[in-house]
């Protein structure tokens, strides 16, 4: 099993940037896949970005392509989400989620296990 912590949500301006972290517990934490994923009010939860667990393959949204960046360090137990040029429509509760897989999962339901998520606010 492992448990995974999000942290560095936050309130910012359009256009401003924000990195969020996901941390895990467990020793095989490189063993998984782990995928981004935020849900806006009353909206479904959408996919943001997965990485591969040597973090040499990433897939990503359309809509965050060229602004989005996630990256891992197995070493330390955390994936990253750098995120720039931030925009309104980018506000939303972000959770990180991991999966004992090799695929790069795009679908929530695919994945076992979930942070408890972080809010994300971007301001006109």
């Known amino acids: 099993q492992v448990q995974l912590v999000e942290s560095g949500g936050g309130l910012v301006q359009a256009g401003g940037s924000l990195r969020l972290s996901c941390a895990a517990s467990?020793?095989?934490?490189?063993?998984?896949?782990v995928g981004w994923f935020r849900q806006a009010p009353g909206k479904e939860r959408e996919f943001v970005c997965a990485i591969s667990r040597t973090g040499l393959t990433t897939s990503y949204r359309d809509s965050v392509k060229g602004r989005f960046t996630i990256s891992r360090d197995n070493a330390k137990n955390t994936v990253y989400l750098q995120m720039n040029n931030l925009k309104p429509e980018d506000t939303a509760v972000y959770y990180c989620?991991?999966?004992?897989?090799?695929?790069?999962?795009?679908?929530?339901?695919?994945?076992?296990?979930w942070g408890q998520g972080t809010q994300v606010t971007v301001s006109s």
């Open positions: 989620a991991a999966d004992l897989t090799t695929v790069l999962l795009s679908t929530a339901l695919m994945y076992d296990y």
């Open positions: 467990g020793r095989t934490f490189s063993s998984y896949v």
